[in-house]
């Protein structure tokens, strides 16, 4: 059995890191969209046939309704065993961080405080 010399081993995984690193590393996806507006993101809720509420963010929410519904075949897997939806509740978003954020707080909230939050702001038909 041969041995290494000491740092040896770690040397050659940085040289490894360091190609990966230089070459945009091995799992790199190349079919990236480009880049959506920050302008564009919104937050919504959406309610099934059977009463639940579906919290989300979309940058383009006639799209993403279409997709629930079974359209397009890149639906919230929630769906599949809900029922169609329909828009309850739609709020603008700063940015996609600000709709994450602020989807993340809405799905916190108890069934009785999103309820609250749709009376106060319906959602207008995209």
Known sequence: MT???????????HNHAAAQHATGGRHRRQDRAAPVSDAAWQ?????TAR????????TSL???LQEHAGQGGRGARFFRF????ALRYVEAAA?????LRR???????PRSAKL???ASRPAAVP
């Open 51 to 58: 009463g639940t509420l579906y919290t989300g963010v979309t």
């Open 62 to 64: 006639a799209r993403r």
């Open 116 to 118: 609250a939050l749709i």
């Open 3 to 13: 041995r290494t010399a000491p740092g040896e081993a770690t040397r050659a995984r």
């Open 82 to 85: 809900a029922g169609p939806a």
């Open 103 to 109: 989807e993340a707080e809405i799905k916190r909230l």
């Open 43 to 47: 937050v919504y809720i959406v309610q």
């Open 95 to 99: 940015g996609r961080g600000a709709a």
